[in-house]
């Protein structure tokens, strides 16, 4: 039988961490409806960074980060 959080058959839950088994138990009851929504959410907050975090480095001068342009 498979480890239900990583799909091994040599692993047990028990053998991963506790914030492990606290991260799969947050999203095992979900429904694919809910995961999907989850993941479009979170791919629509890593483009946000990703846009702020370009917006910043071209501010940069290239010899420090601490310097505007």
């Known amino acids: 039988m498979a480890c239900e959080i990583c799909g091994r058959g040599n692993c047990t839950r028990s ?36 846009k702020l975090l370009d917006e910043y480095e071209s501010t940069q001068c290239g010899c420090c980060d601490h310097v505007d342009r």
Not at 26 to 48: G, M, Q, V
């Open 15 to 50: 053998f991963h961490s506790l914030e492990e088994q606290e991260k799969y138990d947050k999203y095992s009851n979900k429904t694919e409806r809910e995961l999907i929504s989850e993941l479009i959410d979170r791919d629509d907050e890593i483009e946000f960074l990703t």
